[in-house]
């Protein structure tokens, strides 16, 4: 089935590591993006990527990092210059073909990040 | 600044239920407005409203976009405890790679 994978579902980081998540799909979607939820807000775009080794830095890119080096991949990096890290990451993927040039995004299952 | 702002924050409602959650948005270049409902981990897409007026509907759920008042509301008729999720409401704007732009969502709690 197509779809997104996010792994791991939890992640543990120790002050001043750098945790990387990952993010797979394999709908054939050109753009791919990470956002940030914290408890009781909404989602925060972190870095967005419409292909291929370009990305863009979105609200709260501060204290993350991004490639991407193929098109089903879009690994996020959580560096220790993030100095508040814990909260639930998502990963979607859409494609701008399609009636309208857009199609809603589809979202992975997430990773909650914890620090120790 | 983009702001996308839902209310209620909460609410708590019985089985049987009429609910609506409203959505009012304050962007440049508005292009879409898009409902998510929100279980435990994925949000899951529900309606993409470009256009003023029309109604959308998927079973006991419905959505409807005024672009002159900037508001959306979603509805849902006879709830389910099923209907428990957050849902969120998100904007696209025009250009700059169909990022969206989240409300803080609404929790909804449906009780038998």
């Known amino acids: 089935d197509g779809g997104i994978t996010q792994s791991p579902k939890y992640l543990f980081r120790k002050e001043g590591q750098n945790v990387t998540l990952s993010c797979e799909q394999n709908?054939?979607?050109?753009?791919m993006y990470w956002y940030r939820q914290d408890p009781g807000q909404g989602l925060r775009l972190i870095y967005y990527s419409q292909i291929v080794n370009d990305f863009q830095k979105g609200d709260i890119a501060e204290g993350y990092s991004v490639s991407r080096e193929k098109k089903e991949s879009f690994p996020l990096t959580v560096t220790s210059a993030q100095k508040n890290p814990t909260a639930f990451y998502l990963c979607?993927?859409?494609?701008?073909?399609?009636?309208?040039?857009?199609?809603?995004?589809?979202f992975g299952d997430g990773t909650r990040l914890s620090i120790l | 600044e983009d702001k996308v702002v839902q209310s209620p924050l909460s609410l708590v409602v019985h089985e049987g239920d009429t609910v609506t959650l409203n959505c009012s948005y304050e962007?440049?270049?508005?292009?879409?407005l898009l409902w998510y409902k929100q279980e435990k981990k994925a949000p899951t897409f529900l309606f993409m409203l470009t256009s003023s007026g029309i109604e959308k509907k998927s079973g006991r759920l419905s959505s409807i976009l005024d672009k002159k008042e900037l508001f959306s509301i979603l509805n849902i008729t006879a709830t389910q405890t099923g209907d428990s999720a957050v849902y969120l409401c998100a904007v696209i704007l025009t250009g700059g790679g169909n990022k969206l732009t989240f409300g803080t969502g609404t929790q909804l709690k449906v009780e038998l």
């Open positions: 962007v440049t270049n508005f292009r879409s």
């Open positions: 709908l054939n979607h050109d753009a």
């Open positions: 979607a993927s859409s494609s701008d073909r399609g009636p309208g040039g857009y199609q809603p995004q589809h």
